[in-house]
Nanobody, 118 residues
Framework: VQLQAYGGGLVQAGGSLRLSCAAS????????MYWYRQAPGQQRDMVAV???????NYADSVKGRFTTSRDNAKSTVYLQMNSLKPEDTAVYYC?????????????WGQGTLVTVSS
């Protein structure tokens, strides 16, 4: 199983970026796809989730600014980030997760750095 996130970069405050995360194998359709971020010296926090059933949820800090979506045909999940703020600066990670009974399955991609300048 491989996950690859890309699309990070440097952007000015108020700008936009779209992150993508491509998944390999057969995991994509039945896994919830999460986006997390980790700022320097901080814990890794959940940003958004696109569930296998098609629903989405967001951290309060990004509601109304970020949108996650998934393309099952391409096995890719996206994170559209608008109205970016300096506090959004972090390494962003994608995660594929599901439960099988009581056993969790969790896969991480490498992070992509987002830097928002003021």
């Amino acid at each position: 199983v491989q996950l690859q996130a890309y699309g990070g970069g440097l952007v000015q405050a108020g700008g936009s970026l779209r992150l993508s995360c491509a998944a390999s194998g057969s995991i994509f359709r039945d896994h919830h796809m999460y986006w997390y971020r980790q700022a320097p010296g901080q814990q890794r926090d959940m940003v958004a989730v696109s569930t296998s059933g098609g629903s989405t949820n967001y951290a309060d800090s990004v509601k109304g600014r970020f949108t996650t979506s998934r393309d099952n045909a391409k096995s890719t999940v996206y994170l559209q980030m608008n109205s970016l703020k300096p506090e959004d600066t972090a390494v962003y990670y994608c995660n594929a997760f599901r439960m099988s009974g009581v056993r969790p399955y969790s896969y991480w991609g490498q992070g992509t750095l987002v830097t928002v300048s003021s």
